[in-house]
């Protein structure tokens, strides 16, 4: 075939490991990666949906792609591409999409890959998608993305996932087990556990989060787990509790919250409520004194008054947590949510974002300041800006030092230091690399 393919990837970190996988179906088959403004005879776009504006985005990547070569064959998966098929085959220079039961079929549809005047749509239903595809990414970071579960069967009102990903499902944790070995044999000392709703893994097997998290602690090699993202109500006493003792689970929980009002929890159709969530972080608290704590929390949502929001605001203002991931609600076809009346007004959506991730702001740096003098290990990054490396340490806190290339990919023990106006904390090393 020895054809050139470059891919680009929007969305979550379970994008990011099915396209690596994809990627590395379609170098097995005889086609070579390039990057992306090399100007591929093949270009695959990797959409989302979640965020607002996927179409837009998707336009410009196309455009862009065509810029490098406008003779390239422009394929589009994704959750965008199982939602809107017909709008995505509307963008001029598309050549074929792939719903979710395609998309790891991909090479299938690349023997040809000549320009077509009309673009071919394979997308079946969601409800026939049962089928679990393994996926992890390698090469492109110091650390690997994971996925251990796919789809949702909460069907929250504001979510058009489960009409994307279809039902839940996941792999087995001897599956799971096997992969993380060949991740640890490529050399990578971090495993990020994606997934849609990671906690619900192995609803089809009989198996458990927990289990799967006892299991990845025996394999040799694999320095760091670190866990996505877990949903309160899955996240149990006996979690965090293995995770407190664990030797290999960072310190750092990603808790998606949504609202701080009840009443809003209630009308998003969450599995929870605010009770619940204060006793995750107080559990985490007390066992993990330094964990980082994000959230995800959603800003005008139908029906969310000034004072609901200001519950909200209020809650999380007293909660000890570390940052926010702040998300302005958009409307989605056929979600519940879409339906409902009482919409909030666009500004006063912007607004309500602007105060929580001034909340958010505030909350990273009173966390990182907790820990400034202190000795955390830390997973330096291949990237850099020729003169300053960064990095992670295993509560999550962002951290730099002066660009040395024999230390990427390594684990160090570092003290930090000093936390500058982008938030990043310098630091100076304390030991020697863990071998």
């Given at each position: ?9 929007l ?8 396209t ?76 074929v ?49 994971l ?116 009443k ?33 929390v959603?800003?005008?949502?139908p ?30 076809v ?48 291949a ?30 023990d ?13 630091t ?8």
């Amino acid at each position: 075939m020895n054809k050139s393919v470059s891919f680009y990837t929007l969305g979550c970190k379970l994008n990011f490991s099915e396209t690596s996988t994809i990627g590395r179906q379609l170098v097995d088959a005889g086609m070579h990666k390039v990057e992306f403004n090399e100007g591929a005879d093949i270009y695959v776009i990797n959409t989302c949906s979640v965020t607002d504006h996927a179409d837009k985005k998707c336009k410009k990547i196309v455009r862009e792609a065509l810029r490098h070569n406008p003779n390239a064959y422009i394929a589009i998966i994704g959750c965008y591409a199982q939602l809107k098929p017909q709008e995505i085959a509307n963008i001029p220079g598309v050549d074929v999409v792939l719903g979710a039961a395609e998309k790891f079929n991909l090479s299938n549809y690349l023997n040809q890959t000549h320009k077509k005047e009309v673009t071919e749509i394979r997308d079946g239903k969601i409800k026939d998608v049962l089928e679990y595809h393994a996926s992890y990414s390698i090469g492109d970071r110091t650390r690997s993305f994971l996925k251990v579960q796919d789809g949702c069967d909460y069907f929250c009102a504001f979510c058009t996932i489960p009409l994307a990903r279809g039902k839940s499902r996941s792999d087995s944790i001897e599956n799971v087990v096997k992969q993380a070995k060949d991740i640890v044999e490529s050399g990578i000392k971090e495993i990020v556990l994606t997934g849609v709703n990671t906690g619900d893994f192995g609803i089809q097997t009989g198996e458990t989060f927990y289990e799967l998290l006892q299991a990845l602690e025996t394999v040799d090699g694999l320095q760091r787990i670190r866990i996505s993202s877990i949903e309160p109500n899955l996240l149990t006493d006996e979690i965090i509790e293995f995770a407190a003792q664990s030797k290999k689970i960072v310190p750092h929980f990603h808790i998606p919250l949504q609202s701080g009002s009840d009443k809003i929890l209630t009308l998003m159709r969450r599995k929870y409520l605010t009770q619940l969530y204060t006793s995750r972080v107080e559990k985490i608290k007390s066992l993990i004194p330094h964990c980082a704590i994000g959230v995800d929390v959603i800003v005008g949502f139908p029906g969310e008054t000034q004072e609901d929001f200001l519950e909200t605001y209020n809650y999380l203002n007293q909660l000890d947590i570390s940052y926010l991931h702040v998300f302005t609600y958009s409307e989605r076809v056929n979600t519940t949510a879409n339906k409902m009346p009482d919409k909030v007004k666009q500004g006063d959506r912007f607004e309500r974002n602007k105060m929580l991730s001034i909340l958010s702001e505030k909350k990273r740096r009173y966390f990182y300041e907790q820990h400034l003098h202190k000795t955390y290990q830390v997973l330096w990054e291949a990237e850099s800006d020729g003169n300053t490396m960064f990095g992670f340490t295993n509560n999550y806190i962002r951290v730099k030092t002066n660009y040395d290339p024999i230390l990427v990919n390594e684990i160090m023990d570092i003290t930090l230091c000093d936390i500058d106006d982008e938030m990043i904390v310098s630091t100076k090393i304390a030991a020697m690399a863990i071998q």
